[in-house]
């Protein structure tokens, strides 16, 4: 049994090795573009050995106790040949596959395995030498599979202490090469995501790996249709387009429209987008909060204060995007973790590509942590600045690079200068569990080690950032947003606890005059109002408001567990599983008054819930250069 499993982990390596290197040089001319094919063939081999790990392991772990008996031998033999065609199916098709989709087979791969009659007719019309020469290479592969798996001669058992030994050494290498590296998490496609093609980040993958990997995905796309009810198309997509304020689009992207903008620069402006993790309006002074945050709460008077914005969601993927896609909630899990969103999904760099600019993410974590690192450079993002290319952090805690050296990293990449206009996306971590920061920055009360303490550091390095960012020449070109992803500590004898909903939200720099806003608004409608204020006149599928038009906001909804909440001025609605929707009048902070079932807003709220999955499963929340056809 071991000669067949080494034998077998080496052929697989040759394979995967020699399919990848064919595909780095049939896709060569992206590849030079992107830096070269060094992050292909380094992360590769990582992927390969966990998939020979994983298929591989079990056999391994029984050969220093069956590796004499001939039934094991067959049986291994079996097993080994059936995953070698697995490989062989999967790398031989990928190459039409990438013509078709422009990625390694995904989802779509299994979708179209429900079909089978009408795909293979398919491939029978259109590509009878392509479906021939597989059958062929599929046959060639079966044969040398047999040779190489099959009839192998019966181990020499080792004597039973070595057995053990053998099978604690294997499981510890078999672990490793599952779990592909040392670091906090395992290894995952947004590990080796490497570039801002997404083609080019699942080179490293193996096909196999990939399709396994969409499968396991599916369980995130949940149904809000199955849990809260269903509209009929039609009607969805007129609520929605009346709500968002928009003209109906074309049918593959009825939320498609032109935004004008409300500001005209001679220049492109600069967007910044600070993200504070958890850094609710519970703690935010000037929106009624604890008073830790006396630095933002000084920006508050000098820029364009939100002071009933309100977060999608609880997570901070739930507010990435939001703020960086203009995605609303939904019952699924947030669009940074989906499948089919990991690459031709509009976000604002998608759109800022269009007018010339230069996308980066800064963070201070991992940033493959909750598949941010696929998701952005999938999707727009040209550079991404993580824990890695931190040289000297004056801190590292155990979520990363403290904020100040976020900031830090953020500054220099502003400083930077050129002619050509930038988008940042700066995600902070230190405001999150275990609360740490570098000691001597603020004046600790009580234990260091709170959330209390963490907000004053957050704070102290946002004051800190913008007094470098007021002496540097790229203040008066730049519009900064300070937003944060959800509240901390979320709950609540409420059914939809609104009070932790609430978050701070803040707009200044070129051409943003002082001004507190009261109107209830939603993370959604700050990308939209963004592209207003940096002068981007384009077209756009996201719903929510342009902020400086004065009959916007009024509204702002929420993922909560099972729970979708749609706030209309002062009334809530509640969608439950399998229940009516729930009324309630809110007053700020906890009052809720049951009110009268509503069904209009009811239908509102219900089309809201549904239309995420709905523009996910569609691929409509895109923009028209960047959908497949078909």
Not at 242 to 249: R, T, Y
Not at 361 to 380: P, Q, R, T, V
Request: with cysteine; glycine share 8%; aromatic share 10%.
């Amino acid at each position: 049994m071991l000669t067949q499993i080494g034998v077998f982990a080496l052929a697989s390596l040759a394979l995967l090795t020699l399919s990848r290197l064919l595909l780095t040089v049939w896709l060569w001319p992206r590849v030079r573009a992107a830096g070269g094919p060094w992050p292909i063939f380094r992360w590769g081999l990582r992927i390969d050995l966990n998939q020979i790990a994983m298929w591989a392991g079990i056999p391994l772990l029984l050969a220093p106790w069956l590796g004499d008996r001939p039934v094991a031998i067959f049986l291994t033999g079996l097993w080994l040949q059936a995953v070698w065609l697995l490989f062989v199916l999967l790398e031989v098709s990928t190459p039409q596959f990438i013509r078709e989709y422009d990625s390694r087979p995904n989802r779509l791969y299994i979708d179209y395995l429900k079909y089978p009659k009408e795909v293979f007719g398919m491939l029978w019309k259109g590509y009878k030498p392509v479906l021939l020469g597989a059958a062929l290479g599929l046959g060639l592969a079966a044969w040398l599979g047999h040779t190489l798996f099959a009839g192998a001669r019966p181990d020499a058992l080792p004597a039973w202490p070595w057995r053990i030994l053998l099978t604690l050494v294997f499981a510890a290498a078999i672990a490793l090469a599952i779990r592909g590296t040392l670091g906090h998490r395992p290894i995952n496609p947004a590990s080796v995501a490497w570039c801002g093609d997404s083609l080019l980040n699942t080179l490293p993958l193996t096909s196999l790996y990939s399709v396994l990997f969409a499968l396991y995905a599916i369980k995130n796309e949940r149904s809000a249709a199955d849990v809260y009810g269903d509209l009929q198309d039609t009607e969805l997509h007129a609520i929605i387009q009346e709500q968002a304020g928009i003209p109906p689009g074309p049918a593959e992207i009825p939320t498609l429209h032109r935004q004008p903008a409300s500001q005209r620069p001679a220049r492109p402006r600069n967007l910044v987008l600070i993200v504070e993790e958890s850094l609710g309006a519970q703690y935010v002074g000037n929106l009624g909060g604890a008073g830790l945050t006396p630095c933002l709460d000084a920006l508050a008077s000098e820029g364009w204060n939100f002071t009933r914005a309100y977060a999608t969601g609880t997570r901070s993927v739930r507010g990435l995007e939001a703020v960086t896609a203009g995605f609303p909630p939904t019952l699924s899990d947030a669009a940074l973790r989906l499948g089919d969103a990991q690459s031709r999904f509009f976000t604002l760099a998608q759109l800022l590509k269009q007018h010339g600019y230069r996308s980066r993410f800064i963070y201070g974590g991992e940033a493959h942590f909750d598949n941010m690192k696929s998701f952005f450079l999938g999707n727009g993002f040209d550079e991404l600045h993580d824990r890695p290319t931190f040289d000297t952090p004056a801190f590292v805690g155990t979520w990363g690079a403290s904020d100040e050296d976020m900031f830090d990293k953020l500054h220099a990449l502003l400083s930077q200068g050129g002619d050509q206009p930038t988008l940042h996306l700066a995600f902070s971590v230190s405001n999150h569990t275990p609360w740490e920061y570098p000691a001597g920055r603020i004046p600790v009360e009580g234990d260091p080690a709170t959330v209390e303490n963490t907000v004053r550091y957050a704070d102290w390095a946002i004051g800190r950032f913008f007094e470098q960012a007021r002496a540097s020449a790229y203040w008066d070109d730049t519009v900064f947003l300070i937003v944060a992803d959800h509240d901390a500590r979320v709950g609540g004898a409420q059914r939809i606890p609104l009070r932790h909903f609430h978050i701070p939200a803040l707009i200044l720099g070129a051409g943003v005059e002082a001004r507190r806003d009261e109107r209830i608004v939603s993370q959604i409608d700050l990308p939209p109002t963004l592209l207003s204020l940096i002068g981007i006149d384009d077209a756009h599928p996201m719903i929510g408001h342009d902020l400086t038009r004065a009959d916007a906001g009024g509204r702002a909804m929420m993922q909560y567990e099972t729970l979708y909440g749609y706030l209309r001025d002062e009334t809530l609605a509640i969608l439950e599983p399998q229940q009516p929707a729930r009324f309630y009048r809110y007053a700020a902070p906890d009052g809720y008054t049951p009110l009268d079932p509503d069904p209009v807003l009811g239908r509102i709220a219900l089309a809201h819930a549904l239309w995420p999955t709905w523009a996910y499963r569609n691929r409509a929340h895109t923009l028209p250069a960047l959908r497949l056809p078909g």
